[in-house]
């Protein structure tokens, strides 16, 4: 499985950014797609997921509301459309995925993207 994500880069706070993951190597039917994130010397922390097959979604708190997730099954792609951004979204974005199967955690990553929100 190989997991590529674009479209980050610099926004005013209050703007609006989406990010792409392209995901190939595989059909994905019965896989989960998610977003993470790693802000500057902060842990990695979950931020959306998606299960490819009814396009359930679930949301971290700090991004419910302005964050939305989906997820395009005829260019497997998953996409994170970030809105109202804060300068706490800055971060390093990741895409990764998994089969529904598995539970605790994602063993397959893209590289992240960046996303840089001013003040």
């Known amino acids: 499985v190989q997991l590529q994500a674009s479209g980050g880069g610099l926004v005013q706070a209050g703007g609006s950014l989406r990010l792409s993951c392209a995901a190939s190597?595989?059909?994905?039917?019965?896989?989960?797609m998610a977003w993470f994130r790693r802000a500057p010397g902060k842990e990695r922390e979950f931020v959306a997921r998606?299960?490819?097959?009814?396009?359930?979604?679930v949301y971290a708190d700090p991004v419910k509301g302005r964050f939305t997730i989906s997820r395009d099954k005829s260019k497997n792609s998953v996409y994170l459309q970030m809105n109202s951004l804060k300068p706490e979204d800055t971060a390093v974005y990741y895409c990764?995925?998994?089969?529904?199967?598995?539970?605790?955690?994602?063993?397959?990553w893209g590289k992240g993207t960046l996303v840089t929100v001013s003040s």
């Open positions: 190597g595989r059909t994905f039917t019965n896989w989960e």
């Open positions: 990764a995925a998994r089969s529904t199967a598995r539970t605790i955690d994602y063993p397959y």
């Open positions: 998606i299960t490819w097959n009814l396009g359930s979604t």
